[in-house]
Each structure stands twice: as structure tokens, then as C-alpha cells.
Nanobody, 120 residues
Framework: VQLQASGGGLVQPGGSLRLSCAAS????????IGWFRQAPGKEREGVSC????????YYVDSVKGRFTISRDNRKNTVYLQMNSLKPEDTAVYYCATCGWGDVLYGTGYWGKGTLVTVSS
């Protein structure tokens, strides 16, 4: 398994969750890794990505100021800290290799998703 997401669950609006993506050493060294999400009945959306080279980051506008992506190369893990969660953040979250220009896109490697439900 090259990418394994975990950390999803049920949280109340305004709460926090931290997602983890365990990545293989190869992917962590050579690929930017990030997060996508897909809500029921909606298209998949790029959420955030962190560069393998310089640590630069991308966030979709709807999560700026609330979500923070980070990576711990010693633990081979990429994290997504999600604060001030809203019901509209409810989705299955996937970690994947990624890139960005105007929008975030996947670059070939995908993990299985983890469900985040924001509800009172």
C-alpha cells in the first residue's frame, strides 16, 4: 500500500479533526502529496497539496484559514489539520499525489478514502 488515509470520523460543526496519510518513502521523496474530497452527489474536489521539494502549499479557497497541511518525513506521513469544520466539509477524503496550477489535480497515485462527517 503506497498511500493510506486515516483519521476520519464524526465531529460537530466548529470542531476539529486531523487526517493522516501514511505514504511510501518513494512517494514522499519524489511526489507532492495532498488531499481530495468527494461529497455525496458531487464531483471530487482538490482540497490541499504540499510540495515534496520546497514545502510550498496549495489550498482550495473554501478551506483557507481553516485547514493546514503538513508533512513529517521521519514518520512518512502527510497530515491535514481541519479546524472550524462545517457541514459542507462532509465528504470522503482521499490522499493522493498531486500538483497544482489554477486548480489542484491528481498525478496518479491514490489511497483509499476516509469518511469525515460534520453534523450535530
Amino acid at each position: 500500500v503506497q498511500l493510506q488515509a486515516s483519521g476520519g470520523g464524526l465531529v460537530q460543526p466548529g470542531g476539529s479533526l486531523r487526517l493522516s496519510c501514511a505514504a511510501s518513502r518513494f512517494l514522499l521523496d519524489y511526489y507532492s502529496i495532498g488531499w481530495f474530497r468527494q461529497a455525496p452527489g458531487k464531483e471530487r474536489e482538490g482540497v490541499s497539496c504540499i510540495s515534496s521539494s520546497d514545502g510550498s502549499t496549495y489550498y482550495v479557497d473554501s478551506v483557507k484559514g481553516r485547514f493546514t497541511i503538513s508533512r513529517d518525513n521521519r514518520k512518512n506521513t502527510v497530515y491535514l489539520q481541519m479546524n472550524s469544520l462545517k457541514p459542507e466539509d462532509t465528504a470522503v477524503y482521499y490522499c493522493a499525489t498531486c500538483g497544482w496550477g489554477d486548480v489542484l489535480y491528481g498525478t496518479g497515485y491514490w489511497g483509499k478514502g476516509t469518511l469525515v462527517t460534520v453534523s450535530s
